[in-house]
């Protein structure tokens, strides 16, 4: 097959940019980076009342479509679980530290955030996890790449705020981690720490380019958290967790739906062994549509 340069395409964010230059510097064939803006990049508001995380994916998918790039590098916690019939997540690279990270400036630690402090934060994961555990925190919407979080956080907006340790330490800036926040404190959203290729469907020399790439641990464990969150028509209007990890040879499982005041929860945990991308699939379409129903009407849905 004759060989062509790939046009990979990103959002302009430093994070995004990083994502991006790490997959050019794994490939072995000519690339360029095309920088795209998306609608998640311009909203000022909350994201659930524009759409929600696809805002993030939707004009990267348009120029993979229209042929303007031939890569798009995402974060795959933004990428909906139901995408367009001509592209495909080709590979997934090997995931990041999944936890979230916990910043102040004000504290040490998580547990020691006095009574009524104000938290900022634009996840309503993260919001409603810290209401079960700490109904008096008041929370203040949060939104911007990781120099504009932390700068409201020094301008005082806020006593404290989550970002995710994979982007953090994919940036080199960890040293403002105030703590790693244990994932059976704060199960992470599904599949964050983990980057996606999409690609064209039909696009062979593009598949095969980027198939070496491909973390297969990583790809089955994302693979039964976005399938949890497919069955539970996850975006950002719900707040749904999940985290899966190989561990001898097998797939450990652990799932959760919180309402948004953190007043109830739902939780599944389940162990695949001989695990594959069919069986974890099914596994976490099976337990989300387990929750579902348990759930019922005490759960506020996606819309």
């Not at 993260?126 to 504009?148: C, E, H, I, Y």
């Not at 979080?149 to 800036?173: M, V």
């Not at 499982?253 to 991308?277: H, M, N, Q, W, Y």
Request: charged residues 30%; proline residues 3%; contains cysteine.
């Amino acid at each position: 097959m004759m060989q062509r340069k790939l046009i990979i395409g990103t959002r302009g964010s430093p994070l995004a940019l990083y994502q991006a230059n790490l997959v050019q510097s794994l490939l072995s064939f000519e690339t360029d980076i095309k920088i795209l803006k998306t609608s998640g990049d311009t909203i000022k508001g909350d994201l659930k009342e524009f759409g929600g995380k696809g805002l993030f994916t939707k004009e990267l998918e348009e120029a993979l479509m229209d042929g303007r790039i031939d890569l798009a590098v995402h974060s795959m916690k933004d990428v909906p679980t139901v995408g367009q019939d001509s592209l495909m997540i080709g590979a997934v690279l090997e995931r990041e530290d999944p936890r979230d990270a916990f910043i102040s400036h004000k504290v040490e630690r998580l547990a020691d955030l006095p009574e009524g402090a104000v938290v900022g934060s634009a996840s309503i994961r993260r919001r409603a996890q810290l209401s079960a555990m700490r109904p008096d925190v008041k929370f203040t919407l949060l939104r911007g790449n990781v120099g504009t979080r932390l700068g409201k956080l020094i301008n005082g907006e806020c006593d404290a705020t989550f970002l995710a340790c994979a982007g953090l330490k994919r940036l080199g800036q960890d040293e403002v981690i105030t703590e790693a926040i244990e994932t059976d404190v704060m199960l992470p959203a599904p599949a964050q720490g983990a980057i996606g290729i999409e690609i064209r469907k039909d696009d062979d020399f593009a598949q095969d380019a980027i198939a070496p790439l491909n973390h297969g641990d990583t790809d089955l464990a994302i693979t039964v958290e976005r399938a949890f969150l497919r069955a539970l028509d996850g975006s950002c209007r719900t707040p749904i967790a999940a985290l899966a990890e190989i561990m001898d040879g097998g797939l450990n499982f652990r799932g959760e739906v919180i309402a948004k005041d953190g007043s109830i929860r739902f939780s599944r945990t389940e162990r695949l062994d001989l695990p594959s991308k069919e069986k974890a699939r099914e596994m976490g379409l099976r337990l989300g549509q387990d929750i579902r129903e348990e759930a019922g009407e005490r759960i506020i849905w996606d819309e």
